[in-house]
């Protein structure tokens, strides 16, 4: 018996997610004794970019070399991982909860009568009823389910788990699996990728600005913090509004959703709406004139003062350090 997790990668790299997810199903299976854990890759990636899985916790790592499912298909991305779910024998699926983890998920209760969880923010509890917390309302209130199937399938939240690199690498195994051309029955035909050296989304850090920045002219300063750090840039809604930024870098409850290791926020006020899109951040530093704005309430560190002095200043001590 396996646990099989099924990664996601990009750009040649499999994503930070599907390796916690992967550290996430070692703690499980070291909890409850279901085995070795198996990773499972969908489309076109080296064999050495795949191998590092093994410094997250799996075992083993499968993978499925046909370039049709580099497109990210959802039904043959179900299908495919139904197939080596049957062929390790598991019983728990465990996935990254992203848009493409949940949509393939939500097939794959049904393939494979599984009961699924999505947004699991800690391991499940497994004397008496098997328990699963998640979190609901934007980071705001936990749910507790209990599963009874056998198979299981669980997409774990982004940083709810830390992410294990000790191991060693995996040996990766091509597998063969038997899709049809129904599987195939959506195409994505063309993709805009956002602009910007890391997308926001899948950040680890997070460099955001708002309306205390006066203008588009002075997002020098947040792009150079932003570049010394390897960060995305983000911004409030008002901003975006304005056009002072682009709209795929808005954030909050309208807008990306994101969970950095760390967000640094310039000139926001920290509107519920705002903190919605952020607040399963790991570390929160806020940056403001006003020492009332309500952002210092979900800081974890809070400088009050002028940004435009702040923040070059910091941007240097980061350059002196980096
Ligand atoms: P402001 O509220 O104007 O705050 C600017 C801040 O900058 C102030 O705290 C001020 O003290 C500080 N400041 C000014 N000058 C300086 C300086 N020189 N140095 C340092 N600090 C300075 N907002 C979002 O961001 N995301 C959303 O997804 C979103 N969704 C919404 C959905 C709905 C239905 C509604 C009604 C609103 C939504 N909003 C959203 C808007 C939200 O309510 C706030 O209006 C918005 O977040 C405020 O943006 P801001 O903090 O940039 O601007």
Known sequence: MSVLVYIEHAEGQIKKTSLEAISFAQALSAKTGEGDVVALALGTIEHSALAVAGTAGASKVLHVHDERLSAGVIQAHASAVAQAFAKVGAKTLVLAKSSLGDAVAARLAIKLNAGLVSNVVELPHTDGDYLVKRSIYTGKAFAETVLTTENKILAVKKNAIELKT????????????????????????????????????????????????????????????????????????????????????????????????????????????????????????????????????????????????VVPKLTEAFKAEL
Not at 185 to 197: L, M, N, Q, V, Y
């Open 166 to 309: 000790d191991g060693e690498n995996a040996p990766v195994e091509d597998l063969a699996v038997s899709l049809e051309e129904s599987d195939f029955a959506s195409k994505i035909t063309s993709t805009d990728r956002a602009t910007g050296d890391v997308l926001l989304p899948e950040a680890d850090v997070v460099v955001s600005g708002g309306r205390g920045l006066k203008g588009p002219e002075n997002w020098g300063m947040v792009e150079d913090m932003a570049k010394t750090l390897g960060a995305a840039t983000g911004c409030s809604k008002p901003v975006s509004d304005i056009g002072w930024r682009p709209h795929h870098e808005h954030v909050g409850q309208t807008g990306v959703k994101v969970a950095p290791s760390l967000y640094i926020a310039i000139g926001i006020s920290g509107a519920i709406q705002h903190l919605a899109g952020v607040n399963s951040s790991k570390c929160i530093v806020v940056i403001n004139k006003d020492p009332e704005a309500p952002f210092f309430k979900a800081a974890d560190y809070g400088i009050v003062g002028d940004a435009f002095e």
